[in-house]
């Protein structure tokens, strides 16, 4: 079965810092990753995603991830926060070697940017 | 870019009555759509997959027969809250999968805005 693993619940950076969100996952076959962000009473938007090709990979609003396959992880990375960055974070895998090719998502790391 | 839509986005109901949900894709067909719960401060919990023309397939612990699904278009899924209790009351998101020629990898989940359902 396939999991993801977000260690933060909530992350606190101030505007203009660097900041990273921590996504790890577990999955049988081949990583299929997603960053995904949700505004309040919002569904969500994506961000970015990993299917292959370069491990760095760059997405919506300035925001990049990195997958590591050692690590097993896929870490959400921005140069300089922004306040309106300020949302709910989700990572999500999805395995197509199973099947319905289902995301699974993370548990959501809340990102609060201030001055 | 593709545009899943949800309708309402708010509904309040008494308990015991039904409520229905649309799911409409927009711009592109879908012939899987997928239906999450939220509850507050969660993630997101996978519901069921929506099938276009046949059955949904519930993930463990879904009651079929109170969330009814039905998916009778390509750009259509309908989920149908039964007799619905306060604990029923949650953020009910849609996503639909749009196939692209690259092959099921690159395949992409398009999510719609959500619909808030509070049961009295």
């Known amino acids: 079965a396939q999991s993801v693993a977000q260690p933060e619940d909530q992350v606190n950076v101030a505007e203009g810092n660097p900041l990273t969100v921590k996504c790890t996952y577990s999955?049988?076959?081949?990583?299929?990753l997603f960053w995904y962000v949700q505004y309040p009473n919002r569904g969500l938007q994506f961000l970015l995603k990993?299917?292959?090709?370069?491990?760095l990979v760059k997405g919506s609003y300035g925001f990049e991830a990195e997958f590591n396959k050692s690590q097993t992880s896929f870490h959400l990375k921005k140069p300089s926060a922004l306040v309106s960055d300020s949302a709910l974070y989700f990572c999500?895998?999805?395995?197509?070697?199973?099947?319905?090719?289902?995301?699974?998502f993370g548990t959501g790391t809340r990102l609060q940017v201030t001055l | 870019g593709a545009v899943v839509s949800q309708h309402p986005s708010r509904v309040i109901c008494k308990s015991g009555t039904s409520v229905k949900i649309e799911c409409r894709s927009l711009?592109?067909?879908?012939?899987?759509m997928f239906w999450y719960r939220q509850f507050p401060k969660q993630s997101l919990m996978l519901m069921a997959t929506?099938?276009?023309?046949?059955?949904?397939?519930?993930e463990q612990g879904v009651e079929k027969d109170k969330f009814l699904i039905n998916h009778a278009s390509l750009t259509l899924s309908t989920l149908t809250v039964t007799s619905a209790h306060p604990e029923d009351s949650s953020f009910y998101i849609c996503?639909?999968?749009?196939?692209?020629?690259?092959?099921?990898?690159?395949?992409?989940?398009?999510f719609g805005p959500g619909t808030r359902l509070t049961v009295l």
């Open positions: 990993y299917i292959t090709g370069d491990n």
């Open positions: 996503s639909a999968m749009r196939v692209t020629s690259g092959g099921a990898r690159y395949n992409e989940q398009f």
């Open positions: 999955v049988s076959g081949n990583p299929y």
């Open positions: 999500a895998v999805r395995d197509v070697g199973g099947t319905a090719s289902k995301l699974t």
């Open positions: 711009d592109f067909q879908a012939t899987t």
């Open positions: 929506s099938n276009e023309g046949s059955k949904a397939t519930y």
